[in-house]
Nanobody, 115 residues
Framework: QVQLVESGGGLVQPGGSLRLSCAASGGIFGINVMGWYRQAPGDQRELVAVSRRGGDTNYADSVKGRFTISRDNAKNMVYLQMDSLKPEDTAVYYC?????????WGKGTLVTVSS
């Protein structure tokens, strides 16, 4: 059973930075797509960034130039470096993995951007 555990969320002031991490476990290897989504109160879950094993990445327009997704395939880890954070980035951030055609989700980590 694939399990995803996120870490790194917290409270940060506008303009600050946070780095989220997600560890995937469960006897898996060769994950193709790993990504991050977020959901703010009252909003639908939305894509933040996605990374494909071949190196392609995609970002939501709202985070381009501020967030960077990276991964360590040997460790089954995916990261989200978030810089120049804004109050509107406040949300629960979820790790997502597409493994052998099945989508898996972590439980989420809360990011709050506030002064």
């Amino acid at each position: 059973q694939v399990q995803l555990v996120e870490s790194g969320g917290g409270l940060v002031q506008p303009g600050g930075s946070l780095r989220l991490s997600c560890a995937a476990s469960g006897g898996i290897f060769g994950i193709n797509v790993m990504g991050w989504y977020r959901q703010a109160p009252g909003d639908q879950r939305e894509l933040v960034a996605v990374s494909r094993r071949g190196g392609d990445t995609n970002y939501a327009d709202s985070v381009k130039g501020r967030f960077t997704i990276s991964r360590d395939n040997a460790k089954n880890m995916v990261y989200l470096q978030m810089d120049s954070l804004k109050p509107e980035d406040t949300a629960v951030y979820y790790c997502n993995v597409n493994y052998r055609g099945i989508l898996y989700w972590g439980k989420g980590t809360l990011v709050t951007v506030s002064s």
